[in-house]
């Protein structure tokens, strides 16, 4: 076979490899892109379900999805540590958030490791958020030990800080 003999250049195969090259640089760059945004999803998912629970005030569901057991009812001793009527005590009516009738989480982060840090506004209010832990393990809630607070604002995205508090 010599180059005269050579078969004719092949447009649509070359478009097609051409298409794939291109799709799987969209596929590279798409995919880091997605894990990166939804990475906290799960853990957002499951403080708006507790706090739609709270919000229809139905303290019972909202205990469950605290502790990730839907039939926490039927073995209540297992949850001493923080029993059902403490929880009530602190997420109803008469605890430091009043009957909560709105919610919106304003900052997820998860650089602390096994938990992620969700700050939730209540009420509208900015100056007094609520900090929850969601454990990756066990997907449990939490009272954090750390406090997540605005800072400054830079082109419009806010730099949020942790602190521990005491």
Known sequence: MTLLDAPDYDYARARRHRNMLIGAA???VLVPVLLVA??????EHRVNRFFKALERQDDP?????????????????????????????????????????????LYVTSHLGNVA??????????????TLSVS??????DFSPFDLTPGEKKFGFTRWQISRHF
């Open 26 to 28: 969209i596929v590279c």
């Open 38 to 43: 939804f990475w906290n999803w799960p853990c």
């Open 61 to 105: 569901q909202a205990f469950g999805i605290w502790n990730n057991d839907a039939n926490w009812q039927s073995h209540p001793q297992q949850f001493a540590a923080y029993p059902y009527s403490r929880f009530v005590a602190d997420w109803g009516p008469s605890g430091d958030y009043g009957v909560i009738r709105s919610h919106k989480i």
């Open 117 to 130: 840090l969700i700050a939730v506004e209540i009420h509208g209010k900015t100056t007094a958020l609520a």
């Open 136 to 141: 990756k393990k066990d997907h449990t809630l």
